[in-house]
């Protein structure tokens, strides 16, 4: 930490000897011998805190402080004064002195002053900059670009985190940022210093699932040794993110109910419920109500949680935004790698822009990450961006595919095209087709053979 100090003290041993002190103690010393010299270092010296002496031969130390104050306000004062003169130190300390030492004074005295001034200087710098942080990213709430589909996202975000209770349900494919969008819900409203805590209800297993939730008491089965909070009493005051809210085992969704009901939980194995105060963002990529139609999600359980909806569109309907997000991700790994590779040539925007996406947000980062590493100039070309196995890209044909210059295309066509192009981009892994589109393999083979059989082309 620098730590840039000026004296201003017009008896020429006290300014040597302070000088020299704390010149030996690591300090960077600026010296003025009366008030005019000390403002013009203010105004040419990059000065954190100023020992300065009430009396000085040219002007009253108040005055010094008032013209310090006006060229910049961050400057913090400690004022050297004498004995009969403490109520003239009090009106500094008023007009934003931040403190003063009586003269005859120890030296581990005003060092202890000085330091204590230094450390007050370094954390309203840290929280200025935390400030600045955080006020960046409500404006666009972390999210890059200013197409419309953006914009309106954000309209409802600053709509919704306006109100304390009110729970979320945030639809989109995988990969379209849905996790940010929550982020950026909590993150701007009341209970922002809250916890925010996430979930997702697919990654765990169902017996595991509800003592995460809820919790468990003492003995509620083998292991529990011990009693255990689960995370939505943990989130109490905050916020609780339930990510793919669609894969909760249809066993766990009445008690789900029952808890955003309530507003109160019962442990696993407990006796008593424990009320909580918490807002619920939850998001899927299926379609909830073809769940509901096959008896996999509770319609009341979809009412409770969608009060409020928000659609995230996939990257292939935000085309505007694709460069944005492409520089903002090539910047992202400037910091961290190497730093010479510095923008993208027409034609790989021109790449990124016509290529369909079927995995998002996620799937552009992974594909600058490759392209910069794999580039050996400092500008990314179409090359980089094409793998090496000679995989050739899915075309954006969303324009094509939804064209009625000649005729209108049905939907069970549209489905079955994107299907077909989703299995191709996964070299016919159906496992990560499936994943991506949001239904299970068994579906996905049906829906394939229904393809073959139509023989849609």
């Known amino acids: 930490m620098s730590k840039e100090l000026l004296i201003v ?19 960077t010393v600026f010296e003025a011998g009366n008030g005019a010299a000390g403002i013009e270092v203010i105004n040419n010296k990059p000065v954190k805190v100023m020992l300065l002496d009430l009396n000085l031969p040219d002007m009253s130390g108040l005055d010094v402080l008032a013209r310090v104050k006006e060229i910049d306000d961050q400057v913090l004062c400690i004022f050297m004064t004498a004995y009969p003169e403490i109520k003239t130190a009090v009106t500094a300390m008023k007009q934003g002195a931040y403190d003063y030492i009586n003269k005859p004074f120890e030296l581990d005295e005003l060092r202890i002053i000085v330091n204590k001034a230094f450390e007050v200087e370094t954390l309203k710098s840290e929280i200025a900059s935390l400030r600045y942080e955080r006020d960046s990213r409500r404006q666009d709430f972390g999210m890059v670009g200013n197409s419309d589909p953006i914009k309106r996202i954000q309209d409802q975000i600053s709509q919704v985190a306006r109100t304390d209770n009110t729970h979320v349900l945030i639809l989109g494919e995988s990969g379209t940022g849905k996790e940010l969008v929550a982020d950026a819900i909590h993150n701007i409203s009341s209970r922002k210093d809250k916890p925010l805590l996430k979930i997702n209800c697919s990654s765990i297993p169902e017996t595991l699932l509800e003592s995460e939730l809820f919790g468990h008491a003492k003995g509620a089965f083998t292991d529990a040794k011990t009693s255990k909070a689960g995370i939505f009493e943990l989130s109490h005051t905050g916020t609780i993110f339930l990510d793919e809210i669609g894969d909760l085992a249809i066993s766990l969704q009445p008690k789900l109910l029952r808890v955003l009901e309530s507003r109160s939980l019962r442990k696993l194995g407990g006796t008593k419920d424990i009320a909580i105060d ?6 899927t990529n299926q379609e909830l109500s073809v769940k509901i139609q096959q008896n996999q999600f509770r319609s009341d359980l979809l009412y409770r949680l969608n ?25 992202q790994f400037k910091s961290t790698m190497k730093e010479d590779v510095i923008d993208f040539d027409n ?14 947000i996620r799937e552009l980062k992974n594909m600058i990450e ?8 400092n500008i990314i070309t179409r090359k980089d961006l094409l793998p090496d196995s000679g995989f050739n890209l899915v075309k954006n044909n969303s324009a094509e595919l939804f064209s009625i210059r000649d005729n209108w295309t049905s939907l069970e066509e549209v489905e079955a095209k994107y299907i077909q192009s989703v299995v191709n981009h996964f070299d016919g892994n159906k496992s990560e087709a499936a994943r991506l589109l949001g239904i299970s393999r068994v579906t996905l083979r049906e829906k394939l053979k229904k393809c073959a059989d139509a023989d849609f082309n």
């Not at 909806?309 to 997000?325: N, W, Y």
């Not at 034609?347 to 998002?360: H, Q, R, S, T, V």
């Not at 490759?370 to 100039?377: E, F, G, N, P, S």
Request: zero cysteines; a positive charge; aromatic letters at 10%.
């Open 9 to 27: 003290e017009d008896d020429q041993t006290m300014l040597e000897t302070l000088s020299h002190v704390f010149r030996k103690a690591g300090f």
């Open 278 to 283: 918490i807002r619920v963002i939850s998001a």
């Open 307 to 331: 009060v409020f909806t928000i659609l995230v569109p996939p990257l292939r309907e935000r085309v505007h935004d694709i460069p944005h997000l492409a520089r903002h991700f090539l910047s």
């Open 347 to 360: 034609d790989a925007i021109e790449l990124l822009k016509n290529y369909a996406w079927p995995g998002n």
């Open 370 to 377: 490759r392209a910069y590493i794999l580039t050996k100039t």
